[in-house]
């Protein structure tokens, strides 16, 4: 809207010049504009960068060149999260830093002014992803221009316009959709609360037509087409489905798309059921794998990679190598598991280069708008599995690897426990990402997406539309399509802020669980050296709640966990999961969902404020005071018993 206000970085100019700019960019504001935004001048590489992390309102870039990579300012606790981005820094730092801003904020706009070698730049690999090169200072207004248009583009939701519109027009209704327009509700004795309850707006904008300005779900030409293009560029994906009857439908439509019957798929034991119904709708066989097991709270973690490699090589060993098809792997579990996406789908192309992996990511779709979860998602893994086929760098590392000359084909027991490589020459990219938009962001209930970043997919789309048009109904749900484009475009603009957001509350939750002394007699809130066996972790504990150990913890550790799930355990409370949750909802009208025999799970979102979190602990307190207050009343046998 008019009034919403945002930041632009600019980035390398001179104190003369950047007065100068800032100044005539005040000028150049119209009252026409759609957004009204300020400037954020910084000195340095490293400012620009402290600026992205800890200033959420910045929606665009502008580096100039000619600028050190050194702040001015001494702040230890920040030089060691941004020195950890790239200390060897030289030549070209607007370009670096461009790139250093994509890899933390891929949905902000990027632009560059140069005025040295411009013209090489502009035809560089390196400038690709830049959304625009300006020469010099002498483009102010184009600068201008181009930042209003950049947060335009990512701000425009086509089908929820559209829909608006729709409902704006005097139309008349002769399809088979009695509540359109809502004449049959607000007309009735019988059934006018319901219209009070929901709005007129919801029956204006329903109708099943798919022409006078809407589309088809089902073959997409227009709006619904753009948000699917909108979408997919925000998840850094090839290409975006809409799906309106929610993961389980997104599984099942990438599973016949995929598989034929005698294929082999690798499946986690623990997968969702949706994956067991499209094996036996795709005539695809199951080779079942198990996750690791975490006894002790009564639940099962991700699949080691180790044991998806003992598949692989055991099938190759039998000769069965050729007919597996799929690999299906849950990330992140309900419980907030995290695999390593890059290093497993880089060790199983090195046994299998074509390889198929579907990524159940139901739980974790906002996990893309963090740079802290982002490289654990199946999409954010894409850039860096793509870059395998081109970087000499990694070439010569490949070709060291080789010289252990470690065989694959289920003959060599190293192959199980080395880190394997795969070939760049015959590695393929083929990966699909089914995700539960209304999980974790502002969706409306089954609206889903599937993500596909496949290199093959031009030969198998005829059968994944098939297989779309199998399991989608023919009169989908208008405002679940309206939601998924406004999630997204709430995503794009403000998801790195309100991600954070979340990150932080649920760590203050654990903090303010653990070091309560009354509610820490009874409760826990379990953190990831709890919930992750030391065998996948590499960072030492003491080192895993800094900067650089979390850094660490996500570049190298097989598990991560995403902390916006905290487990918290109840059993020295006398209390068994289901307890503690209808305790919780009965008497306290706070819902939870997922529990085992001695722990509850809440589940931190966008949704979430501080005061949710007070509620909590205060909750958690009274509980406390009121089993100490039990206990102290009771006879010895009874607190004997309690213990």
Known sequence: SSSATSRSSMVGISPSDRAEMASVIRLLRSATDDFVYESVIVDSVQDALLALVVNPEIQAVVAHDGFPFHSRHHLPHLEQFLTSRGTQMTGDLALQLLAICREIRPEVDRYLLSDRDWDRVAGSQEASDIRRIFFGVEEVKEVHLSVLDGVRERYQTPFFDNLKAYARRPMGTYHALPIARGKSIFKSNWIRDMG????????????????????????????????????????????????????????????????????????DRDCHKSHHYACVLSGAQPYYIDAFALPQYSMYGGVPIANLKAALLELAAAGQLDRVRMVIL???????????????????????????????????????????????????????????????????????????????????????????????????????????????????????????????????????????????????????????????????????????????????????????????????????????????????????????????????????????????????????????????AD???????????????????????????????????????????????GSEVEREDFQ
């Open 196 to 267: 009070e309850f929901y709005g007129a707006n919801l029956f204006m904008a329903e109708s099943s037509a798919t022409t006078g300005g809407l589309d088809s779900l089902l073959e997409p030409t227009g709006n619904i087409k753009k948000a699917q293009q909108l979408a997919a560029k925000a998840f850094g994906a090839d290409h975006a489905y809409f799906v309106t009857n929610g993961t389980s439908t997104a599984n099942k439509i990438v599973g016949q798309a995929v598989c034929k019957p005698g294929d082999i798929v690798l499946i």
């Open 587 to 633: 008497k306290y009208e706070i819902q939870i969902n997922k529990t085992s025999r001695n722990s509850v799970l809440f589940q931190l979102n966008i949704n979430n404020t501080r005061g949710d979190l007070a509620n909590v602990i205060q909750v958690l307190a009274d509980i406390s005071r009121d089993i100490d207050e039990r206990l102290r009343a």
């Open 330 to 584: 849950t990330n992140a579990t309900f419980d907030g598991h995290m695999s390593h996406t890059l290093r497993t789908m880089m060790e199983c192309l090195a046994i299998k280069p074509d390889l198929v992996f579907l990524w159940d990511e139901a739980w974790s779709a906002a996990a893309h708008f963090s740079p802290y979860l982002r490289p654990r998602t199946a999409m954010g893994a894409v850039p860096p599995l793509r870059s395998l086929r081109s970087s000499e760098s990694y070439r010569e590392r490949y070709l060291a690897w080789r010289e252990q000359d470690i065989a694959v084909d289920g003959s060599d027991p190293r192959a199980l426990t080395e880190e394997l490589l795969p070939d760049p020459d015959e590695l393929e990219v083929r990966v699909y990402q089914t995700t539960s938009v209304h999980k974790s962001m502002s969706a409306l209930r089954q609206a889903s997406i599937i993500l596909v970043a496949d290199q093959e997919f031009g030969d198998i789309e005829e059968n994944f539309k098939e297989a779309f048009y199998t399991h989608t109904s023919t009169s989908p749900n208008q405002q679940i399509i309206a939601s998924l484009d406004i999630a997204r475009r709430q995503m794009v603009l403000e998801g790195y802020e309100l991600i954070s957001g979340a990150l932080d509350l649920a760590m203050d939750m654990r903090r303010l669980i653990n070091t309560n002394p009354l509610i820490s007699r009874y409760f826990r809130a379990l953190t990831p050296i709890d919930l992750i066996p030391a065998e996948y972790r590499t960072v030492a504990d003491a080192d895993r709640f800094t900067w650089s150990g979390t850094l660490a913890a996500v570049a190298r550790d097989e598990f991560i966990l995403d902390r916006t799930r905290v487990t918290v355990t109840c059993g020295l409370a006398g209390l068994n999961g289901a307890e503690f949750k209808q305790l919780l």
